[in-house]
T-cell receptor, first 118, second 115 residues
Framework: AQKVTQAQTEISVVEKEDVTLDCVYE???????LFWYKQPPSGELVFLIR??????QNEISGRYSWNFQKSTSSFNFTITASQVVDSAVYFC???????????????FGKGTKLSVIP | NAGVTQTPKFRILKIGQSMTLQCTQD?????MYWYRQDPGMGLKLIYY???????DKGEVPNGYNVSRSTTEDFPLRLELAAPSQTSVYFC??????????????FGPGTRLTVL
């Protein structure tokens, strides 16, 4: 069975501080994909990044960066110089691919609520 | 492209009533999904479909039914609403693996309350 754990339920930081959101996953598959989604107060889900299990390169996109480590089954997300607009719930998700059915099922963590205080 | 659209945005039901949550996508995606999100929780998969006429159960299918008569539409049916079905419902779609990204595109959600 797959599992995604986001141990941090809520985090508060002061604007301009850096913050890291943790994500630990469990899977028996050798091929899998990891995602981060952002859910702002308005409620929609915004895709941030996808990473496949064969690519352990870290990625940086502006103030966002992601650290993928297979050895510790972690896919952590760092926001540098946080801003009030970063306040949201962030979800880590694991994609299981069924080769037979051809479909994919996302397993979500419970999310981390980030509050950035001005 | 409108992407994934859902109607209604909000709904209050009485126990035992039935309703259909509508979901439409205009991206010609083969795969579609229904999730529910309970307070403080991540999303859980209710049902999914790999194409018109093909549906399958996800993690929490009890109390729901789906159909997929066209590529664009994937309605979710609640037959006998119960308070435990109070939740926010998200529809999503994704292209087939060999046709593009594995990203799932989400609709704006339907907030359902059962009293």
């Amino acid at each position: 069975a797959q599992k995604v754990t986001q141990a941090q339920t809520e985090i508060s930081v002061v604007e301009k501080e850096d913050v890291t959101l943790d994500c630990v996953y469990e899977t028996r598959d050798t091929t899998y994909y990891l995602f981060w989604y952002k859910q702002p107060p308005s409620g929609e889900l915004v895709f941030l990044i996808r990473r496949n299990s064969f690519d352990e390169q870290n990625e940086i996109s502006g103030r966002y960066s992601w650290n993928f480590q297979k050895s510790t089954s972690s896919f952590n997300f760092t926001i540098t110089a946080s801003q009030v607009v970063d306040s949201a719930v962030y979800f880590c998700a694991l994609l299981q691919v069924y080769s037979g059915a051809g479909s994919y099922q996302l397993t979500f963590g419970k999310g981390t609520k980030l509050s950035v205080i001005p | 492209n409108a992407g994934v659209t859902q109607t209604p945005k909000f709904r209050i039901l009485k126990i035992g009533q039935s309703m259909t949550l509508q979901c439409t996508q205009d991206m010609n995606h083969n795969y579609m999904y229904w999730y529910r999100q309970d307070p403080g929780m991540g999303l859980k998969l209710i049902y999914y479909s790999v194409g018109a006429g093909i549906t399958d159960k996800g993690e929490v299918p009890n109390g729901y039914n789906v159909s997929r008569s066209t590529t664009e539409d994937f309605p979710l049916r609640l037959e006998l609403a119960a308070p435990s079905q109070t939740s926010v419902y998200f529809c999503a779609s994704s292209p087939r693996r060999d046709r593009g990204s594995l990203e799932q595109f989400f609709g704006p959600g339907t907030r359902l309350t059962v009293l």
